[in-house]
Nanobody, 123 residues
């Protein structure tokens, strides 16, 4: 099973940018579909974005379209989430996940999860 570790979270002002990274170990991510989810206090974990094997196909949640970009570098065994025009409502713990089954927007489609990285957007 692949192990995932997120990094790049932090505190940023509204309108700012952050880039999250998800580094994999144990197995190459080139055989996995990958995704980002987030969870705010008191809320369920929600889908953010997903990406296919090669990186050519992506799908974003409506709430982040036009602001967030998911990408991957299989040679570095790493996935990214570029977050621009951040809003206070983007504040959450962000999780990366890996799936063998396809580009999924539901949690149960993923087999491996990272521990999460906190993103806080101040107004």
């Amino acid at each position: 099973q692949v192990q995932l570790v997120e990094s790049g979270g932090g505190l940023v002002q509204a309108g700012g940018s952050l880039r999250l990274s998800c580094r994999a170990s144990g197995r190459t991510i080139s055989n996995y579909y990958m995704g980002w989810f987030r969870q705010s206090p008191g809320k369920e974990r929600e889908f953010v974005a997903t990406i296919g094997w090669s990186g050519a196909t992506t799908y974003n949640a409506d709430s982040v379209k036009g602001r967030f970009t998911i990408s991957r570098d299989n040679a570095k065994n790493t996935m990214y989430l570029q977050m621009n025009s951040l809003k206070p409502e983007d504040t959450a713990v962000y999780y990366c996940a890996a799936s063998r089954r396809g580009m999924r927007s539901s949690e149960d489609g993923y087999d491996s999860w990272g521990q999460g990285t906190q993103v806080t957007v101040s107004s």
